[in-house]
């Protein structure tokens, strides 16, 4: 079936670094979405991309849809402590299919 | 405009019983879809209904069934629940089915299984 490789799976870093993660899949999307989930709530929708090659920013995060339609990027730029959480891709063709989340902790 | 609004958020059940979880979606939005999270498996797709149809289905047994009313707000019910059926449960509504439109999720029911 259609699996989404989402990395890496946690990351450590200092505030006011930059942050990159991917995800990869060996199927072709139509969309790709980035949501972001912090404790006790549900995912919250941050970028929604529908053209491959498009690229999107949204405050200080930015994201990619590939321009083979199999991948997708996501950035924040100069993080601060409220970035902390899971963010999750998904990619959506008839089916929409997610990533196991990538989690992002601050050092302070 | 409202979000996505589940009920209840928490709900601690035995073993053998049965429960049912209820969504409303966002005004205007017709397709509902039912995740299951845990921190092991991550978001697990149950089942996605749109005009009172279920349109697609996970792997998931026939304990979890769902439905949807004319009003496209969407029930889901699991039946003689399992230790394991101990979950964050996540309903996530769009505008309509298919690619192109995004889903937006409720904060979910925490259901505990004693």
């Known amino acids: 079936g259609q699996q989404l490789n989402q990395s890496p799976q946690s990351m450590f870093i200092q505030e006011g670094e930059d942050v990159s993660m991917n995800c990869t899949s060996s199927s072709i999307f139509n969309t790709w979405l980035w949501y972001k989930q912090d404790p006790g709530e549900g995912p919250v929708l941050l970028i929604a991309l529908y053209k491959a090659g498009e690229l999107t920013s949204n405050g200080r995060l930015t994201a990619q849809f590939g321009i083979t339609r199999k991948d997708s990027f996501l950035n924040i730029s100069a993080s601060i402590p409220s970035d902390v959480g899971i963010y999750f891709c998904a990619g959506q063709g008839d089916k929409i299919i997610f990533g196991k989340g990538t989690r992002l902790h601050i050092l302070p | 405009k409202a979000g996505v609004t589940q009920t209840p958020r928490y709900l601690i059940k035995t073993r053998g019983q049965q429960v049912t979880l209820s969504c409303s979606p966002i005004s205007g939005h017709r397709s509902v879809s039912w995740y299951q999270q845990t921190p092991g498996q991550g978001l697990q797709f149950l089942f996605e209904?749109?005009?009172?149809?279920?349109?697609n289905k996970g792997n998931f047994p026939g304990r979890f069934s769902g439905r949807q009313f004319s009003n496209s707000r969407s029930e889901m019910n699991v039946s003689t629940l399992e230790l394991g059926d101990s979950a964050l449960y996540l309903c996530a509504s769009s505008l309509g089915q298919g690619g192109d439109q995004p889903q937006h999720f409720g904060d979910g029911t925490r259901l505990s299984i004693l």
């Open positions: 209904y749109f005009s009172e149809t279920q349109r």
